[in-house]
């Protein structure tokens, strides 16, 4: 894997190496070219310029001249034609002259004071001509021997022509540096190519020589790889695509009585193990896993091999896609599972005699269950009487009865009821340790929610802050887990009665095995962990019942649901600082496999 990371790297260095090069000589010869071409530009550029100038100053020669000649009495009409033309075209080519030298600054400054120039002979020779036409001709030569006087032409034009001849030396100077630098660079960009040529041919030649020794490392992994195959205990061999045996290992070979020499020819796989492969089952389920790419698990399957022994075996197949482009062939793994069928074998029969003995415990519990229901209707008629005959005692002695007296019923009386809730909560308790569990989807918040509306009526206009946790859904009997519920949080709510402000949580958290841990808590009396073993006790109590109400089989009750559930509960407190109590659950109630493909 390493070495197949460095030669992708190597690969991808030279390509880079490649195209700098490749890419360097291109921009060379592109920045040679820009070169030559931004000096032809520049150059006509110039031209253009000086092109321009000296057309500004034709034009001026042309109209000063055609004056003089108007003021020596030569043909008016061909000379004033002359004087507009030049007045006319000066100012459109002084425009595209700024248009060209616009990048100049110091340019633009003498076109400027070209501009200036040419305005101030331009008014001096107008008003020549108007002085000529007035006829004072002496006026008119005077104006313009001052316009050769005031305004010299010729200067500014020979200060902006050798301005552009100035720039444009300087410009060829740039680009002959260009060209020389691009000239080295060129040498260089060939040294470089000649370099990558010799590190591409050892680099080559170096590949070469690791392409063979990993050939040979690869041979020689296969070698190992077969006597590896050879070596497994259990059965082994690839198929083709129409089932032919390819290759087996001695385990197979001495499972279906094969040869051990090399076989020239494809041997079908159902003309071996004399016909342990003739299940037309098993054949067309592999044939679905060489077509449709799935795959067999745990296929099982009892077959007679030449030994003469009645084997359990467990099919495996999956399709395997060979190098170069091969069609797929079929990797096919036997297991034989015939002890474990024997043991299986064995726990179905304890299995039955479990299912006698729990017939029997049903038996026993359905007697329970009659016994528990003649207890509680023997029981509670003699409570009906005590309590009745109460009653029309008191009746009886109607005004007679004295304080003591009416203590005494009071006392029989509730007493009775007493008895008759402790019948009750006993046949409770029983029918949780026998009903069966209807296990379903049971939403853990919804319950909370429920169980909090029951008892917080019984706050009696308390202060009570809860803090409830999100809570998961779990698999469970709802109606039993409701009441785990209602039992927990009516105990803190009880247990938190002399509290100023009640703070009540439930909190779920994953334990190390990944089941489900849930909380109550609260701020209340709390308890002695020394009594803590009493606590989930049928009818035990760590408080009066003067102090708080009730008949201490709410969490023996939950205890008990709990445990039907594959969960345990217990509980953390001290005396005054409140109490946790804590119940896990599993996340799944179970789970079950099944071979096939899949």
């Known amino acids: 894997m390493r070495n197949t990371v460095a030669l992708r790297w190597r690969a991808i260095g030279l390509l880079v190496a490649v195209f700098v090069v490749v890419a360097l000589t291109y921009f060379v010869m592109r920045n040679s070219a820009s070169a030559a071409l931004e000096a032809a530009t520049w150059v006509n550029h110039s031209a253009e310029v000086k092109s321009v100038t000296y057309q500004i100053a034709n034009l001026d020669r042309n109209r000063e001249a055609a004056v003089y000649r108007v003021l020596d009495g030569e043909d008016l009409g061909l000379a004033r034609a002359q004087i507009e033309a030049g007045a006319a075209q000066i100012p459109a080519l002084l425009r595209a002259l700024r248009r060209q030298t616009v990048d100049n600054e110091d340019q633009q400054a003498r076109i400027g004071a070209l501009e200036t120039t040419v305005s101030g002979r331009t008014v001096l020779i107008d008003h020549a001509m108007a002085q000529f036409a007035a006829g004072d001709r002496a006026a008119a030569v005077a104006s313009m021997r001052n316009a050769a006087t005031l305004f010299h032409v010729q200067e500014v034009i020979d200060s902006i022509v050798k301005d552009e001849d100035g720039l444009l030396d300087a410009r060829r100077e740039a680009a002959t540096r260009r060209l020389r630098n691009n000239q080295w660079v060129m040498g260089i960009s060939a040294l470089a190519e000649v370099l990558l040529l010799t590190i591409i041919v050892l680099v080559s030649e170096r590949q070469i020589g690791q392409r063979l020794r990993a050939e040979a490392s690869e041979s020689q992994a296969v070698r190992r790889s077969q006597l590896i195959l050879q070596a497994v205990r259990e059965p082994i061999a690839l198929l083709d695509a129409q089932l032919g045996i390819l290759l087996v290992n001695n385990a197979f070979s001495e499972l279906y009585g094969l040869p051990q020499e090399d076989r020239r020819e494809v041997q079908p796989l159902v003309g071996v193990g004399e016909g342990a492969w003739n299940d037309g089952a098993l054949l067309q389920r592999l044939r679905d896993v060489l077509l449709r790419d799935r795959e067999l698990w745990d296929y099982e399957l009892v077959q007679r091999t030449v030994d003469g022994v009645q084997r359990h075996l467990v099919i495996n197949a999956r399709r395997m896609q060979q190098q170069d482009g091969d069609p797929p062939v079929l990797l096919l793994t036997i297991s034989d599972m015939t002890v474990r069928a024997l043991a299986e074998q064995q726990v179905n029969e304890l299995n039955r005699q479990l299912e006698g003995k729990i017939e029997q415990i049903s038996d026993v519990n359905r007697e329970l269950e009659a016994f528990s229901y003649s207890v509680s209707h023997d029981l509670r008629a003699p409570l009906r009487h005590i309590a009745g005959f109460a009653g029309k005692l008191e009746q009886h002695l109607g005004d007679r009865v004295d304080d003591k007296a009416r203590h005494y019923l009071d006392v029989i009386g509730s007493a009775a009821q007493r008895m008759a809730q402790l019948i009750d909560d006993l046949l409770v308790f029983s029918r949780?340790?026998?009903?069966?569990?209807?296990?379903?989807?049971?939403?853990?918040?919804?319950?909370?929610?429920?169980?909090?509306?029951?008892?917080?009526?019984?706050?009696?206009?308390?202060?009570?802050?809860?803090?409830?946790?999100?809570?998961?859904?779990?698999?469970?009997?709802?109606?039993?887990?409701?009441?785990?519920?209602?039992?927990?949080?009516?105990?803190?709510?009880?247990?938190?009665?002399?509290?100023?402000?009640?703070?009540?949580?439930?909190?779920?958290?994953?334990?190390?095995?990944?089941?489900?841990?849930?909380?109550?808590?609260?701020?209340?009396?709390?308890?002695?962990?020394?009594?803590?073993?009493?606590?989930?006790?049928?009818?035990?109590?760590?408080?009066?019942?003067?102090?708080?109400?009730?008949?201490?089989?709410?969490?023996?009750?939950?205890?008990?649901?709990?445990?039907?559930?594959?969960?345990?509960?217990?509980?953390?407190?001290?005396?005054?600082?409140?109490?946790?109590?804590?119940?896990?659950?599993?996340?799944?109630?179970?789970?079950?496999?099944?071979?096939?493909?899949?």
């Not at 701020?523 to 008949?551: C, W």
């Open 432 to 598: 949780l340790g026998r009903g069966a569990l209807r296990l379903q989807s049971v939403d853990m918040q919804t319950l909370v929610s429920e169980a909090r509306a029951l008892v917080e009526p019984d706050a009696d206009e308390r202060r009570i802050e809860w803090k409830i946790s999100p809570l998961p859904v779990v698999v469970g009997d709802e109606n039993m887990l409701r009441t785990v519920w209602q039992n927990l949080l009516g105990n803190a709510v009880k247990y938190t009665g002399q509290c100023e402000v009640a703070r009540i949580g439930v909190d779920v958290k994953r334990n190390d095995r990944g089941d489900y841990e849930f909380t109550v808590s609260d701020n209340g009396a709390g308890f002695d962990m020394q009594y803590a073993d009493k606590l989930f006790g049928v009818f035990q109590r760590l408080h009066r019942a003067s102090e708080f109400p009730g008949n201490g089989i709410g969490l023996a009750n939950v205890r008990r649901i709990i445990a039907r559930h594959g969960g345990k509960t217990w509980a953390e407190a001290e005396p005054g600082k409140g109490a946790s109590f804590h119940f896990s659950m599993p996340v799944e109630a179970g789970a079950s496999t099944k071979s096939g493909i899949r």
